[in-house]
């Protein structure tokens, strides 16, 4: 099963972990994981990015590590959400693939 979002610049690829198909825990924590994962330079530094998209992600890291420990990991996939982290739900698109909607 395969989930994209229109702000992340990769997609999810979710796996079965019984034999009997895909279950709503698959789909919740490998989204979970896939975005608790931290990015790399080349990641982050692009040119597809620009700039005014490299703030917002930067103030999303901000935003999410203030006060914490958190902030010596780093900007995580999460942060290409921006504000738009709360789980909505899926849609199936026409070509097969899920939209991860959030708000």
Known sequence: ?????????????????????????????QIYIALQ???NAQQYYNEELGSEIMERIAGAYERRTQGTDEKWNGIKRVDYLEDR????????????????RTR
Do not use: A, N, Q
């Not at 229109?6 to 789909?27: A, R």
């Not at 982290?85 to 991860?100: A, N, Q």
């Open 37 to 39: 994962s931290s990015i």
């Open 85 to 100: 982290c709360m789980f909505v739900g899926l849609v199936r698109s026409g070509d097969g693939m899920w939209e991860i």
């Open 1 to 29: 099963m395969r989930l994209f979002h229109p702000l992340l610049p990769w997609y999810i690829d979710v796996y079965k972990t019984v034999d009997s198909g895909v279950t709503v825990e698959d789909v919740i924590m």
